[in-house]
Every structure is written in C-alpha cells, then in structure tokens.
C-alpha cells in the first residue's frame, strides 16, 4: 500500500505527440505561445515559473474530458488553471504537460433559492457569483481576499475572513462534478443537504489540488444576505491582549462573521500606504452579520470583551459608507504589505493553530522575524487561530537563507502546537517537505489513493506529495 | 482502476486458526459464547442477524492493534461495533469474523475549553459526553436518537435533529485517530479548526462504516451551552403547509436549532402511546437557541410565518419543565410507533431531498403507503429535507412483497428529485442496492479506494459495495 508514487520525469515523446493532436481538437483554444505558457506557470509567489508546453482553454465539460483523453493517451500530465492566485505553485507544470485553463467555463448553471444552493462551473468567481446572487437576496461567502474562481477555492480548500462563521469550502460544497484520471465524468453526490450515501468523494475532491480530478461542476451552499451588518475596530496594547479577546469571543458562542489581527507593523504599513492615522497597534477588525436586534448584541457583547482585554477605543458603525471606512485598512493590506519594501516580494506563510495556543505562536513567530531581521508584517484570522506572516525579501542570498530558516521554525512551531502548516492555501509545491511531519503515516494513506485513482500520475503531478 | 473488490467467502480455516490466538492474547475479553455473538449480529432492524464468530472486547488502541494484526495475518473479517444501535446490518458478519466491540473504550481523554473540542475514544456515548462537558458549560449537538457511540456515529456520518443548526458528524470531527488495514494507527488531521493539508482523510473515514479503517480517537468541536433555548410546537392543517412553513424558516436565514415534523399518523401514534391530546394533524416541533433577546426573536417570527402559512396554534415556552412537556410527542416517537401495532417489527427509512421538494416526497409518499396498504407513520428531520417513514410489517408474506415495492419506489422517488436513499443511516447492508443509482461511477472510485486502502477487504465485507 506505501508504494511510491511513479516520479514522472518529461515525457517529451508524448507531448510532442498530444500537442498536434490539442490543436487540431481546439484550433487557437490550444495556445502553445511562450507568454501564455509563462502566464499558466506559477507567478504569485517566489516559487519559480515552470510553464506548461501548452494551455488549452476549455469551454464545456466535453473539452475537459477530450484533453484527459489525449492526455492520457500520451501519457502528458495535466494541470488545471482558474485564475492563478494560488500561493504554493499549485499551478506550476514541473513536468510540463497541459495547462486546463477553465477560466472561459464561466457560466452560473442554476440557483435554487428555496434550497439556498446554486451550481457553477469551475471559472465563475466569487465576485461573479455573488454579482448575480445579489438580486435574490443571497450571497456566497467564501473570501480569500483575491477573487479566485470557484474551481481553484474549492481545488485548494480555501476560507478567508468569513470562515469562523460559514466554515470553509469543506462546508459549503455539496456536490462535485469531476472528470476523473480514467476518463469519467462523475457526480459525488447529488443536491440533498446531506447525505450517508458511500464515501464522502466531495470532501475528498476539495483540497485535492487537482491531483485526484478536474472539476468541471460545482454545487454550492448559499446563505441569505443578512439583515444587518455592523463593522467595528479595536487596537490592543499588545497581541497577547488581542488574541485574548479573540478566544473569549468566540467561547462565548458570537456567531462574529470576520474577526481579524492586524500586528503592529502592518498596521504601520498601512497607516503609511493608505495615509491613515490608526494607532501603530495590534488591531483587530470585526464584523458582524444578523438581524438590527442581533447584531447590535453582539457588537455591544464583543465591545465589553474588548475593554475587559485592555482594548480601545472599539470604534463601530452600521453604515455602509462608515463600515467600509472602518475596515479600509484591512482591504488594503495586500498592497500595504507590498509598499512597505517596494522591489521586494512577499513570501505568504499560513499556519494555523488551536486559537488557545495563537497568542503565544503569533509572539514567538514576531520574536523569531526580529531574531533573524527579517520584515514580515502579520495579518490573521483569528477566529479561526490562523495567520499569515508574509516575509519580504530582496535578492540578498543571507536575506534568503534566514527567511528560509524562518519558515522551517514556522512550520516547526506550528506543528509543536498542534497546528497545522497550512491553514487555507494548500501544500502545492511549497509546503510537501512538511506534510509527512504534520500528518505521519496517513501521508502513505494518501498516496495509496492517489495511486488507485491516478495510477500514472498525470494530475498535477509533483504537487503534495514530497 | 474499476477492480471489482475481491468477493470474500467464509475463511473457516483462518478463522479456526485466529481465534485461539485471540483468545491467549485477550483471555475472557475474547467470547465466543452463542449469546453473545447474537448480541453483535444485527437486532434492531428487519435484516437477519448475522453473526461473528468471536467478540473481542478492545480496552485500548494496543488491542485494536493487535486484533488487526491477528486478523491480517489469518485473513479474517473485523466488524467494528459500538452500541449497535445502526439501522442498515452495519454490525453483522456475513462472512464470519472477529466483532470489535469498542464500547470498554469509554475514555474521555480530553477537553480544551477554549478552543472548544475534546478527544474522547470511540466507545463514548453522546449522552456521557454531554454529561460530563455540561459543568464546564459546553455541549456535544449532535443527536441521532439513540444514546449512540461517538465512534458508530462517527462511521455512519450520523446526524439527527440537532443537524440543521450544527451539520453533521462531518461537520462536527476535526480529526480522527484510526487503525488502518495496513496495521498502522494514524492520525488524519492536527487540532487546527482548520487545514488545507493534503487530502481529507477525516471526512472520507467519517461515514466508511469501518470498510476503510478502525476508530480508536475522535477529536469533536464543541459548542457552549446556549444561554437561552425556547421550544415549539405548531400544528398545520397539511404536510404541505407544514413544509412550507419550514422552507421559509430556512431561507430568511433563522438558525433553527431543530425542526421536526410529525406526520398526521404519528401524531396519532403518540396520543394513544402517551395519552395526549395532540391534533392529529401533521405537527412543527421547533427548538431555538442564542441569547434570551435572540431566541425571542427567532420565536416571534417563526410563530408568524407559521401563522401565515395556515398553522397553529403556535405554542412555545422557554422554561425547562415546559419545554419539555411541548416535546415530550416528539421524544416519544420510537415507542409510540412500536405502540401502534403491537408485535409488528419496523422498517427504518431515510430519504433526503432539496428542502424545496420535501412537501411533495412526502405527500406522494403518505399517497404510496396507502395505494400499498402499508402502516408507516413519518417523522422528519424536515429542515435538513430527510424524513424517516417507519414501515411497521408482521410476518405476513404479502405485506413483505408489499414493503419491498415501497421501499424501492422510496428510494426512486428521492432519487428522481436530485435526494438521496440515505440522509443519515448510511448504506449497510440495506442499501447498497441504491448506490449506484445514486452516483454512478462515482461507485467505482469509492471501490478504488476501498482496494487501495484494504486490498484483502478484510475491514467490514459486505458493506456499502454491491
């Protein structure tokens, strides 16, 4: 059962031989420019580009399977593509092969309302969807801040800011379609809100990063638009302070919609990139979704928290002008966190730990950045005891050995916690030197199913596994 | 990959050869007394009782260990069993073997308050955690009925009443400690509240109704205890307005805690067993849960769309003895249908359905119940779409030509409205007829899995695959 995946090496004979054959399937859907090819390698992380020999754009479930037929007729590995904000490589072709961008596969197939469910195709986005919800009164809650498609949130089991209070994409998938390694196209479930029928496929299937199937279809749990929304933000003497309001919180059984940290740096960057006068501060940022009555509970319950916790001022509103104001600085951190080193780029980390030990991980993870001189601004989800300390560096090689350093004692530190290396955004390339010590033998498990299902390892090969 | 999973017979060699092996190795928690190995067939449902040749009664994961290896070695079948309450022949042993019993593993090993979970082994019941967890103000939701073990309702991805507030087993275990066919104990998760890891192990054993693995530890996310819980009932003048009433609950977007609905004959059923005074008509049983000011919310406004949809009178209460009293029908549905027809044995079902066809499936269902001449009260757990419709059959061989006709028309009719044959009992025995109706060739990756992870299919034969 251990055995060892097969370790693909280029299979230049094949590809040599699939990509005539793509072209004449998809005429100029199949692009073999080294430009297009480059954009479908991996750019948003320091992870180096290794583009795909070709991309094939797909418009219908029938594409998708005509590409794995070929593909696998040539044994050519396949690396499905949907908008390329994924953070590990996910995308990256380390074999090359064919890059499935499903991107134009952008249609809203049906919404229920009375079952609160819709389904998509794998390149609808989450603003899309929730552009087309919004009429209806319904909304899809899944933000992991860029607007990935639904296909790659689901790929790579992704949350955000929401998902202390609607869960991840592991909640909120019911159904996958997928076309599998041997050709078929199957349904995991079918639209009932739960379900004991056989293994749970769709949970297998989201976080499988496309090495298990392409999904092709997407049935999704919606959520009516609330009432009322209230925002709020509130800095702390020190992290600890936060973080300690942040777990009272939510013992107290607050359905809060986003709670989020900013540390102090971050808030410094955005102070300076946004020119705005926050007080430089661990911060946290609220919100709060439910009925005028609710909603006003909870903000008043989660004020009194943050003042027993030596926060202050809680500053909230449940305007919309004053709300979006309030969390500005929160929606601006990505570009904050760029321009505070500009000609740098970020390195993302994304441990999460059980949210009674994130105090004390968050502080020894800042100790260990200033220790090695290193500028990382952190921002969290805290509800959920999961952070992000994004490491700026230069092309200074010390530079890069101590933030290599640094991310191994993340990892490590994470995982003395009982945590996890990798919260939201997946193992891809990045993080598979840490999977076997994060999750021990069940890595063995894992690579007997991949096997059973993928035998010649074609999806998204050299991603997951070490 | 479609391997047809090898069709085991009864290893009488083997299993000749393993149990005095077990006996040395486990003394008298080894029985292979008659009694006792009836007790570990099936018995609470119409399927025949099909025993083990041996009970091994586990007192640790060492034992679990050691049974599977004892086991692998002889090529003899494990049944895992926890408190045998499953209704689908989970338990039984169609080709002989060893029944792990694991309710002597009834260790709550521990409880993390503020990060809400707890670990507890596989023989804990849902009723002992609760009792112990309740001083520390925090509770364990998930309520399929019976006092059942964390561990069979982990297998089974049990759910019950509680679910349409707080999911399911799926929703509800962060991870789980299991001892695989390959004789290796692993852990599928870390205790992050979430993870983007590698596959999901978690989910895909949750529900594997012991095919796939043996459960020796269950970490569970925990919720507090409610500051405030009111209770309801509400009779409606037809099944149709009682489902209305409940679709329109559901979609304003109200966190129901349960919302269950009684049919005209169960409610009758209950009045004789209970000596009540209920209107025999189909009833809404509600309970809320949140702060005081929450919960009187949510009352008010279900009491009137209740209201507006033709039911009441709503009656509701937020004190305990009251609360009780309004749910004391609800609670004495099992015996009140056993009641109804002294001596006849029931037929649990457990179709779901999207929530927008549940007043159709269950009128036409009530409709084919009687065309058959069928004696079925209906109790649902109708804000999730699953209701179960009790058959209650006596030895006459027509009224068991009659049930099958019925059941299979069941399983049709939710199939046909995009449901499923199973919201919560699992497949079993009973219904791995349906499976591949349900999904399709989603059957042969589930046994390409089943291959991959126990290749001798010694994990509970003759479960869930036709």
Same mark, same amino acid.
């Given at each position: 059962?251990?055995?060892?995946l ?6 230049d004979?094949?590809?040599a031989?699939?990509i005539?054959i793509?072209?004449?399937r998809?005429?100029e859907?199949?692009d ?5 090819? =480059? ?9 180096p580009?290794q ?14 399977? !005509? ?10 590995p ?6 390329g ?19 134009? #596969?952008?249609k ?5 309302a ?15 969807? +929730?552009?087309?919800?919004r009429?209806?009164?319904l909304?899809? %809650? ?6 990935? *498609?639904?296909?790659?949130m689901?790929?790579?089991?992704? *949350? ?11 909640d ?7 076309v599998?390694?041997?050709?078929e ?11 004991s029928?056989?293994?749970? $496929? ?7 990063e ?6 092709t279809?997407?049935?999704l ?17 020190h ?5 300690n ?12 919609? @986003? ?7 971050q808030m410094?960057?955005? +102070?300076e ?13 609220l919100e ?13 319950l ?5 003042e ?9 509103s449940?305007?919309?002008? =004053?709300r979006?104001?309030l969390?500005?600085?929160r ?18 980390t994304?441990?999460?730990v %059980?949210? *009674?030990?994130?105090? =004390?991980c ?9 220790? $090695?001189?290193?500028?990382a ?12 300390a *994004? ?5 200074? %090689?010390?530079?890069? @050995?101590r933030?290599?350093?640094? $991310?191994?004692?993340?990892? =490590?530190?994470?995982?003395?916690? !009982?945590?996890?290396?990798t ?14 010590a994060?999750?021990?033998g069940?890595?063995d498990? #894992?690579?007997?199913i ?6 010649d390892n074609?999806?998204n ?6």
């Amino acid at each position: 059962m251990a055995l060892a995946l097969s370790t693909p090496t280029r299979n230049d004979d094949g590809i040599a031989l699939a990509i005539p054959i793509l072209k004449q399937r998809f005429g100029e859907r199949c692009d073999t420019g080294q430009s297009m090819r =480059e954009q479908h390698g991996h750019t948003t992380t320091w992870i180096p580009n290794q583009a795909p020999d070709a991309v094939v754009f797909a418009t219908s479930t029938q594409d998708v399977i !005509d590409v794995v037929e070929i593909c696998r007729t040539h044994q050519v590995p396949i690396v499905p593509f949907g908008t390329g904000t994924s953070l590990e490589g996910h995308v990256n072709a380390p074999f090359g092969g064919i890059s499935v961008d499903m991107s134009r #596969m952008n249609k809203i197939l049906d919404v229920h309302a009375e079952d609160l469910t819709c389904t998509v195709e794998p390149g609808v986005t989450r603003k899309q969807l +929730n552009e087309y919800l919004r009429d209806q009164g319904l909304m899809f %809650p899944i933000d992991p801040g860029a607007d990935a *498609s639904i296909g790659g949130m689901t790929a790579t089991r992704a *949350s955000g800011t929401n998902a202390v209070r609607y869960g991840t994409m592991k909640d909120n998938v019911l159904s996958l379609d997928a076309v599998m390694p041997n050709g078929e196209l199957i349904r995991t479930a079918r639209r009932a809100k739960k379900t004991s029928a056989g293994y749970d $496929l769709t949970r297998l299937l989201v976080g499988s990063e496309g090495t298990l199937g392409l999904i092709t279809g997407i049935t999704l749990k919606l959520h009516g638009i609330p009432e009322a929304i209230s925002a709020a933000v509130c800095p702390f003497p020190h992290v600890e302070a936060a973080c300690n309001a942040d777990i009272a919180t939510i013992k107290c059984g607050m359905p809060v919609a @986003r709670i989020e940290l900013c540390d102090a740096l971050q808030m410094k960057a955005i +102070n300076e990139y946004s020119k705005l006068t926050y007080p430089e501060q661990p911060t946290l940022f609220l919100e709060f979704h439910g009925t005028e009555t609710g909603v006003k509970e909870q903000t008043d319950l989660v004020g009194a928290i943050s003042e027993e916790h030596g926060g202050g001022p809680f500053i909230f509103s449940t305007k919309p002008e =004053e709300r979006t104001k309030l969390w500005q600085a929160r929606h601006d951190v990505y570009w904050a966190v760029l321009a505070l080193r500009p000609g740098a780029s970020g390195i993302a980390t994304d441990v999460c730990v %059980p949210i *009674s030990r994130l105090a =004390e991980c968050v502080e020894e993870t800042r100790a260990d950045l200033e220790r $090695l001189d290193l500028i990382a601004p952190i921002v969290g989800h805290v509800g959920d005891g999961n952070f992000h300390a *994004s490491v700026l560096i230069t092309d200074d %090689p010390d530079e890069h @050995r101590r933030a290599g350093v640094f $991310l191994e004692r993340l990892a =490590e530190r994470a995982l003395a916690m !009982d945590g996890t290396c990798t919260g939201e955004h997946g193992i891809g390339q990045g993080k598979k030197k840490y999977l076997r010590a994060e999750v021990g033998g069940a890595v063995d498990i #894992m690579q007997a199913i991949k096997s059973a299902i993928d035998p010649d390892n074609l999806f998204n090969p050299g991603k997951i596994f070490a």
